[in-house]
Each structure stands twice: as structure tokens, then as C-alpha cells.
């Protein structure tokens, strides 16, 4: 039987630990994990690691000195950096020392994975160099406000579980980020990942939609089609703005909760699927159900585990770290090279209420990039929009 390889993650970070652990062992990788370099000595002197993956600032040394004693201690063991934005040029040194690669945080798993794989597969002495993993399209969560963070470790215990799960929040605050990060942390993470806005389906499609229909069950269905259920059976189903949907879709929504099968449109025999359901809502379904609007059993049955994503107004902890990765991520799809914001543009941009949220935020911070003429974005005229501009 062939040897698992082994990952050694170092962060003084609980919940990012757990994240990481439970991926790479999703992967087929033996992780372990430290909380800082003292202990990350500790396990490597008991054995031999394919890779080690270590942050920079912990409370008990540096992930830079670390890496220098395991170039020391056990060379040709690679090494990846983890860094945060602020902290890339640090990381570039580091390189240039000997580390085989560095992550900017937030990372997409996706894309540490494929590093942690080039690293395993080469080595800290031959210069093996990669493209540097950048984040994905707003993928994984930045966490530097304390709810959040404690939202992440959530996310983390919900992963591995089959419950159904109902998240809430303000438009804008990334509940489909919760919903795919869900997906890729479970064991479903090798199935598909299905979506529905169930606000963008007239009432209707939207059983057709969702359950599928056969040849003949309606005028110009000239075959059969299979619906996202039966699209997402292995996986996840992401249904947003699950407020929307009408009372008999909802009765029909509720028997596949609980019997785990339903009937195409049209059809005389049920169909069998194995669906993880993920829901979303900006609304108060117990007002809704108040007002007749929507089941109650159903309410109970998709709020089995509710997660609360707080408004960005809440957690301005995030408004820095996320326009710096919005930034990066504008620069790539525009083709710009601004090198970041000035601190008074940064000021204002963490006074700002967004209504809008993280979305409204990710929007500004585009804009911002395609008008700015400079190295930096600034308060000048065209760079924010003339509401925030008119709050200074």
C-alpha cells in the first residue's frame, strides 16, 4: 500500500488549522498540525514531512526562523510560506532564502492544494519555482473580525456533517462563499456544487427547475430533463432566496427533505437522489410563516443548522483585508498595476456603512482600480465613488 505523504500546517490560527487538516485529508494526504514553531519542531524531529506549510507571525517565533532551522535541521524539505497581503514582500525574501513558494491569504484550497503538490513533487534546494496561488473569486473567507473568525470554525464542524443547513444575512454578505465552502470542506467535495437563485425563476419554472420534468408533462416539453436535484445527487444543491419559493413547490421541497425522493413533472415513479441542501435567505422566515407565506415544518427542517453572516458594517476588521484582495483580484481581470490604497482612501472606505455589504464593497474597490491613474488609490475625484467621496 503506497505511503500517504505527510503535511505538516503550522498557524497559530485554531480554525484555519482545521480547514486545512480536514482538506488535505479529504486529498488523501497525512496532515498534522502545530500551533506554532516550537511544537512544529517538536513533530518534525519525531519524523520525516513531505511538506511543511507554515505561517509567518505566531506568539511564539517566526515562520521565517522556522523555515531556516528546517533547512538546517532536515534539508530539502520544502517549505510554502503563508502570508497576508501586507506581507509579500517579506514573503519574496523569503523565497529568494530558500522557501519553495509562499500563499497570500486568503487562500483558494483549489489552488494550495495544486502548490503543496508542486512542493511535494520537488524540492527547497533545486529553485523550483510556481506561480505564486492566488485567491479565487471571492472563494474563502477573510476573517480578521472575531465573529467571523468564529464563523470559519463553525463552517469547519458543519462541513463534515450531512446536516441541512440555513444561511442568513444581509444582501451582500457572501452567503453562497458559506454555502461553496461547505461543499469543498465535506466529503461531498468531489461532487458537483449546483446553485439556484430561486428569486430569478418565475414561479412557473421553478418546479421544473428544481425537480425535472418528462417528455410530454407540459406544452413544448418535446423530452425529458433532468432537474438541479437530480443535477446536484452526490453533492451540494445551493438554493438562494429559498424565502421566494411558493407553498406547493414548498410542499414538494419538504417531501424530499424527508423521504429523500420526488416525482419529475409528469412522472409515475419517484426518483431517488443523495443531496446535501444548503439555503440562504435575507429575509425573517418566522415572520413569514407568520404571515402564512411559508411552512413551518419546512422552516424546521431547513434550519436544522443556521449560520448568521454578520453585515460588513459589523466586522470592519474585514474592510481592509478585503479590499486588498478585491484590489489584486481588479488588477488581474483589468489588466491594472495599482499598488494599493492611501491611508486616507483606506479611512474612509472603513467609516463607510456599505449597505450593500461585501458585494457593494467588491464593486467600489473595481472602480476604484479601473480609474485610478496611479500607483495607489486615493481620495482624488475619480477614483471613489462621489458618495463616499461626499461622507469625507
Given at each position: 500500500?503506497?505511503?500517504?505523504?505527510?503535511?505538516?500546517?503550522?498557524?497559530?490560527?485554531?480554525?484555519?488549522r482545521?480547514?486545512?487538516?480536514?482538506?488535505?485529508?479529504?486529498?488523501?494526504?497525512?496532515s498534522?498540525?502545530?500551533?506554532?514553531?516550537l511544537?512544529?519542531?517538536d513533530?518534525?524531529?519525531?519524523?520525516?514531512?513531505?511538506?511543511?506549510?507554515?505561517?509567518?507571525?505566531?506568539?511564539?517565533?517566526s515562520?521565517?526562523?522556522?523555515r531556516?532551522?528546517?533547512?538546517?535541521r532536515?534539508?530539502g524539505?520544502?517549505v510554502?510560506?503563508?502570508?497576508?497581503?501586507?506581507?509579500?514582500?517579506?514573503?519574496?525574501?523569503?523565497?529568494?532564502?530558500?522557501?519553495?513558494?509562499?500563499?497570500?491569504?486568503?487562500?483558494?484550497?483549489?489552488?494550495?492544494?495544486?502548490?503543496?503538490?508542486?512542493?511535494?513533487?520537488?524540492?527547497?534546494k533545486?529553485?523550483s519555482?510556481?506561480?505564486?496561488?492566488?485567491?479565487?473569486?471571492?472563494?474563502?473567507?477573510?476573517a480578521?473580525?472575531?465573529?467571523?473568525?468564529?464563523?470559519?470554525?463553525?463552517?469547519?464542524?458543519?462541513?463534515?456533517?450531512?446536516?441541512?443547513?440555513?444561511?442568513?444575512?444581509?444582501?451582500?454578505?457572501g452567503?453562497?462563499?458559506?454555502?461553496?465552502?461547505?461543499?469543498?470542506?465535506?466529503?461531498?467535495?468531489?461532487?458537483?456544487?449546483?446553485?439556484?437563485?430561486c428569486?430569478?425563476l418565475?414561479?412557473?419554472?421553478?418546479?421544473?427547475?428544481?425537480?425535472?420534468?418528462?417528455?410530454?408533462?407540459?406544452?413544448?416539453a418535446?423530452?425529458?430533463?433532468?432537474?438541479?436535484?437530480?443535477?446536484?445527487?452526490?453533492?451540494?444543491?445551493?438554493?438562494?432566496?429559498?424565502?421566494?419559493?411558493?407553498?406547493?413547490?414548498?410542499?414538494?421541497?419538504?417531501?424530499?427533505?424527508?423521504?429523500?425522493?420526488?416525482?419529475?413533472?409528469?412522472?409515475?415513479?419517484?426518483?431517488?437522489?443523495?443531496?446535501?441542501?444548503?439555503?440562504?435567505?435575507?429575509?425573517?422566515?418566522?415572520?413569514?410563516?407568520?404571515?402564512?407565506a411559508?411552512?413551518?415544518?419546512?422552516?424546521?427542517?431547513?434550519?436544522?443548522?443556521?449560520v448568521?453572516?454578520?453585515?460588513?458594517?459589523e466586522?470592519?476588521?474585514?474592510?481592509?483585508?478585503?479590499?486588498?484582495?478585491?484590489?489584486?483580484?481588479?488588477?488581474?481581470?483589468?489588466?491594472?498595476?495599482?499598488g494599493?490604497?492611501?491611508?486616507?482612501?483606506?479611512?474612509?472606505?472603513?467609516?463607510?456603512?456599505?449597505?450593500?455589504n461585501?458585494?457593494?464593497?467588491?464593486?467600489?474597490?473595481e472602480?476604484?482600480?479601473?480609474?485610478?491613474?496611479?500607483?495607489?488609490?486615493?481620495?482624488?475625484?475619480?477614483?471613489?465613488?462621489?458618495?463616499?467621496?461626499?461622507?469625507?
Open positions: 500500500m503506497k505511503e500517504k505523504k505527510r503535511v505538516l500546517i503550522v498557524d497559530d490560527e485554531l480554525n484555519i482545521r480547514i486545512l487538516q480536514a482538506a488535505f485529508d479529504r486529498n488523501g494526504w497525512h498534522m498540525a502545530a500551533s506554532g514553531p511544537e512544529a519542531l513533530i518534525l524531529s519525531q519524523g520525516p514531512v513531505d511538506c511543511v506549510l507554515t505561517d509567518v507571525t505566531m506568539p511564539d517565533g515562520g521565517h526562523d522556522l531556516r532551522t528546517i533547512a538546517e532536515w534539508p524539505t520544502p510554502v510560506v503563508m502570508t497576508a497581503f501586507g506581507s509579500i514582500p517579506d514573503a519574496v525574501i523569503a523565497m529568494r532564502e530558500g522557501a519553495f513558494e509562499y500563499v497570500s491569504k486568503p487562500f483558494d484550497l483549489e489552488s494550495l492544494k495544486k502548490t503543496i503538490v508542486a512542493a511535494m513533487g520537488g524540492s527547497a533545486t529553485g519555482r510556481h506561480k505564486r496561488a492566488t485567491p479565487g473569486p471571492s472563494r474563502t473567507f477573510i480578521e473580525a472575531p465573529a467571523m473568525k468564529c464563523l470559519m470554525e463553525e463552517i469547519a464542524q458543519i462541513a463534515d456533517s450531512k446536516a441541512t443547513v440555513l444561511v442568513t444575512g444581509e444582501s451582500g454578505t452567503k453562497e462563499v458559506v454555502a461553496r465552502t461547505i461543499h469543498d470542506l465535506s466529503p461531498r467535495n468531489g461532487g458537483p456544487f449546483v446553485a439556484v437563485s428569486a430569478a418565475p414561479e412557473t419554472l421553478l418546479e421544473s427547475e428544481l425537480f425535472g420534468y418528462e417528455k410530454g408533462a407540459f406544452t413544448g418535446s423530452g425529458a430533463k433532468a432537474g438541479r436535484f437530480e443535477q446536484a445527487d452526490g453533492g451540494t444543491l445551493f438554493l438562494d432566496e429559498i424565502g421566494e419559493i411558493p407553498l406547493p413547490v414548498q410542499v414538494k421541497l419538504l417531501r424530499v427533505l424527508q423521504e429523500r425522493e420526488f416525482e419529475r413533472l409528469g412522472a409515475t415513479r419517484p426518483t431517488r437522489v443523495d443531496v446535501r441542501l444548503v439555503t440562504a435567505t435575507n429575509q425573517d422566515l418566522q415572520r413569514a410563516v407568520d404571515d402564512g411559508f411552512r413551518l415544518d419546512l422552516l424546521y427542517r431547513l434550519q436544522v443548522v443556521e448568521h453572516l454578520p453585515p460588513l458594517r466586522r470592519v476588521a474585514d474592510i481592509r483585508p478585503l479590499a486588498t484582495h478585491f484590489l489584486e483580484k481588479a488588477n488581474e481581470e483589468n489588466g491594472r498595476q495599482i494599493g490604497f492611501d491611508e486616507e482612501a483606506m479611512a474612509l472606505l472603513e467609516r463607510h456603512v456599505w449597505p450593500g461585501v458585494r457593494e464593497l467588491e464593486n467600489v474597490v472602480r476604484a482600480v479601473v480609474m485610478a491613474g496611479r500607483d495607489a488609490v486615493t481620495l482624488e475625484t475619480r477614483h471613489l465613488p462621489p458618495a463616499l467621496r461626499s461622507a469625507a
